[in-house]
Structure formats: structure tokens, C-alpha cells
């Protein structure tokens, strides 16, 4: 009687809308975790006249042969709800010694919640199995293993093995046959509180999800009757073998329900009448309302609340236009033809709920209209009137009607004036330094010019015509050739700006040496920035090496062999002082301190060619010419 009602009620459109209720579930490893209890509810020891109920949310995941509760007062009473492959689910009740078990034609998804109730009817000897509410077909289930008397246990048979893989929820135990209507009205809600008939109750509502709850053991029976449970070998860190956070549908908390309730909407027209699922009815109704119906059952009472809305009559207004002598289908599919004057009629439909629903149509009357445009085109152009029509290579103005329709539908000219733009072209000449980047006049720029560049850019008046500029560029390059006599080096352009520079300390600027000529005063490498014409360039650096230098035979210094192929021997004559290696162009490629009569140099790993020694003592300083072969 109750399966059929809740059929019915299905069909008159409820949709609960779940949220799920905040908090944990205990996860079991499939190893070796389990939830013992010491104690047996009294009435497993004769189940030949005692119903009961168990109910969970389960949530498997692995196939294997597992237990999900298992309550052994002894070998001859005791009760089971397991799951094996394909996560079928077994349930067997061996009541003294007489073994009644049941097995489900098909299995809970794995990885997934499921509400699993399992029921025993002492009076019929009748095992029955729902999942999430609903009643499952099943086989014969065959025999039980047994554990270990007087436990009771979660997630594995008594005193070990046939370990569940997977989580566990909101477990309840009943000392009553739970009907349909009382599994399907609670199995969404944390029961809380004491309750008539409820042995257990387990919420797993402990510890912080996936967190380290090392120490918290104890399984907490929230029925108020103390059947505690003890975690055994859970490792209590990390998200498995834990307490982690629980994704069972439960939406609601609080005392259990007796009642099953749910919702439905309808919508009826304006004045209309509507019975209700208890068969009352109401008339005329003008203003929504809710109306609640209860339906008595045998265990539990039904109870629909119906949210009706209403419909009111719908008044529209469209407004149209046509052309004069043009015709018009209104909205209850009636026409009127050759209309040259306003028109205001009236169309009476239905919605799609039945409800009347006026449409007042206003008809407007176009007349043919003209105008007139301006364009224009470059010389050669091509131009497309409004009629579609295009002209083209035109030269000279042209004045052409195009007879079109208007956005009505209706005949309208438009008078278009093609007029023809001028273009232009223009040279010009621009100096640039060497080296230097130049932008044209149509945005493409050269970078790096070294020689004379004449480049034309084509580009679009504000009438979008062709324009030509030819741009010459031409090339400023200072001369920064130098001569070099003795210690003096000359600038060969005259009539410059100068800069003399260091080059071996960066390049740097020496302080007033500003002329044509510079005459170095130490040795090292020297070049010059020559400006001109506003262009500087700099030239090549120039090595000197004759200023204030000793004679060889002064210093009594040797030098041998030279040429060289690798190890240059240096006779110094003094007891210490520096040695620098330079290349031609005055940069220091080796230098060490010397103290001894006596230093070598090893030039094996540089290149073939001519360098300088450079020795300084507390006599002097000497420079020897030396060739590496």
C-alpha cells in the first residue's frame, strides 16, 4: 500500500532539493580496520522472536567479500549484512540455529553513498534488504561464517577478517521491523537524541577530517544506551583510515520523522478549481496559497504540501506597420487585406496553461519615402549604390537613383551624388649620421643606415586615397682616421669637435684633452670622438708604448728567447717587482709579482703575433717587443 502511494507521489513532480548536512564518516582501509563493541543487544539472543533493523549510508570500494555489521551473541543467534563482488549485498540472520539469509539481485555502485537497510520480520522468518528507500528483489543468500561470540562489530566479522574497504555512516540499530515509509523519511537525517526503539546510533560526527586524530578511538553511541564503539588498528592520519569528511546525503538533523513529507507545485488560471492528493478540493481560486494533505498509512502518515500559483488572464499590445494597400495576419491567425488607414484589433487566445490572454494589435500605415546620399570615390574607383548596382573606373561625378525598399517593406529612391577625390605625391630629403634609424612617413622604419636610402611610402588621404612621398635619405659620417707620431696622435678631420678617450679604463674621458692632437704622457691605448656636422663616431684605439721608458741595457734586463714558442725567461737584474703581458692593442692578457733576479712567462696558450712586456721595479719601468711563433 505505501509502495504505490509513493509511486503516486512521484508522479505529482516532487523534487526535494538535498544539501548535505555538515560532518564526518569513519573511512576503512579493507586491511585490518574495524569497530568492536564488547556488548550484544540482549534480543540477538533469540532472533526467532525478536525483529530488528539495521540501516547505514555505505560507501564501498573494493568488491570482495567484506562485512558491514556483524552482531554474534553466540553461533546459533547471530545476524550479518555483508557485500560481495559487484558489492551485492548479503544479509543473514541465523536464528537458533536456523539459517534465513537473502541475497540482492544487484550491487551498490561502488565509490558512491548508498542507504543500505536491512530488516528482519520475526513474525514471517523474513529477511528484506532497500536500498536508498526502495525495496530490492532478492535470492537465496546461503550460509554465514561465524566469528567471535559476544561482539558486535563494524566493517569486519567478529574478532578479525572480511575487513570492508570503503566509508561507513549515520549506522543505526532498530529493536523493530522499520517500514518503508519510516526507513524512506529518516534515511536523509542525523537522528538525534533518544528515540524509541533505537538500540545505536552511530553519527560519526568526531575527529577532523583527514587530520591527525591519533588518540580518538572511540566510536560514540549517540542513542544514549552506551553501545560504544572501540577503533581497532586504524591509523587515524590521512584520508583513508580516518575520520574524513562525509559525502552521504543527510540534509537534516533532529528527532525522528513519523510523518514522510514532500512538495509539490501547480499552477491553475485565474478562478479555476484544484483537488488536492487527500481528495479535498477548492473553487475559485484568485490568490496563491499553500495546502497541506495528509494521507493516513499503516505505520507513518504522508503528508503533500501543495504550493499553488495562479495564473492571471494575459493583456498584450503589439505594434506594427505596413505599407499602404499591404495586408496583416493578427495573433488568432485572422487577416485583413488592402489596408491604406490605422487599424486597432482585438485577438482572444489561450496559453499554453489554458488561460485566456488578449492581444491588442495597432497597424500603422507606411507611405513610399525618398532620400538622397553623397559619396565619393578615388579617381578609377568603384562605387556600390543601395540598389546593389556598382559602377566602376569611375572619373567624374555621377549622380544615379536607386529605387529600394524601405525597412517596412516599402518602395523608396535614394538619389546618390558620386564625387571623385584628388591625390597627391611630395619628395623630400632628410641627413642622417651613420649607424643612425629612420622612420618614413608611412611608420616603416630602417634601422642602421649606412649609405643613401630614397624610399617611397604610399599612403591614404582622409578620403582614403592613394599618396606618394618619396623621402631621400643621405649618410654624415664624421672622419675618424688618426696619426700617430711618437707619443702624439692627430685627429686627421679638421674643423671637429674632439674627445680624447682611455680606452683601456672603459673608455673614459680625459679630463681637457679637447684638440686636434693629443700627446699621451703615459703608455696605453687612446682613441678619439670626433663630431661633426652634429655626428660623432669614435675611432680605433691606438697603442703607445714609448713614454718615459728605460733602456733595456739601463735596467740590465734579458729577455730570452725571442721569438718564442712557449717559456719566455726574463733577467730582471733587481729582487722584485710586477710583469705585465699586453697585446697590440695595450690589453693585459697576464701579469704576476717576481721577486728573484729572475721570472719566466709560459705563452704557449696564446695566438701567434707580436706583444709587449711591460716591467716595473723600484728602479723604473722597462718595455720589450717580444714575438710569440
Sequence with gaps: MLKRL?????LLGFSPAFAQFEGNTLDFDGTNDMVVSNTVPTFFNNLATNNFTFEAWVNPRGSLFTRIFFAQPSTTNFASVSATTGNVIYFYVIANGTTYSVATSTGIPQNQWTHVAARWNATTLTPEVLFNGVIQATAPGGGSSTGTN????????????????????EARLWSEYRSDCQILA???????????????????NQGIAAANNTGLTTLNDNSGNGYNGTLTNFALTGATSNWIASAATVTSSGNAFNTFTRAQT??????????FPDGSSQTNITAPFI???????????TVVSTTVSVNAPISRNDTSAICSGGSFTFADGSTQTNITAVVDYTSTLQTATGCDSLVITHIGVLQPTSASEIGSVCPGGNYTFPDGTT?????????????????AGCDSTVTTTVSVNSTYSMSNAYTVCTGSAFTFADGSTQNN?????????????????DSAITTTISVDQPDTSVTVVNETLTANLAGATYQWLDCANGYAILPGAINQSYMAIVNGTYAVSVTMNGCTDTSNCFLILSTGLNSMQENSVQIYPNPTHDILHIATGVDAGTIELLDLTGKIIDSKTFTGASVTLDMSAFDNGVYFVNITTG?????????KN
Excluded: E
Design 6 to 10: 509513493f509511486i503516486c507521489f512521484s
Design 150 to 169: 559476544g561482539l558486535m562489530t563494524l566493517g569486519a566479522r567478529p574478532g578479525g577478517t572480511q575487513y570492508f574497504n570503503g566509508a561507513i555512516d
Design 186 to 204: 529518516n534515511m536523509d537525517k542525523n537522528i538525534t537524541g533518544a528515540q524509541t526503539n533505537l538500540v545505536f546510533n552511530y553519527d560519526f
Design 266 to 275: 501547480t499552477s491553475i488560471c485565474y478562478g479555476g478549481d484544484l483537488t
Design 291 to 301: 495546502q497541506n494533505s495528509t494521507i493516513t498509512g499503516p505505520v507513518c502518515d
Design 391 to 407: 559602377l566602376f573606373g569611375i572619373t567624374s561625378q555621377v549622380v544615379y537613383v536607386s529605387t529600394i525598399q524601405n525597412v
Design 449 to 465: 643606415i649606412t649609405s643613401t636610402v630614397t624610399y617611397t611610402s604610399t599612403l591614404s588621404t582622409i578620403n582614403g586615397c
Design 619 to 627: 728602479k723604473g719601468k722597462t718595455v720589450a717587443r717580444v714575438i
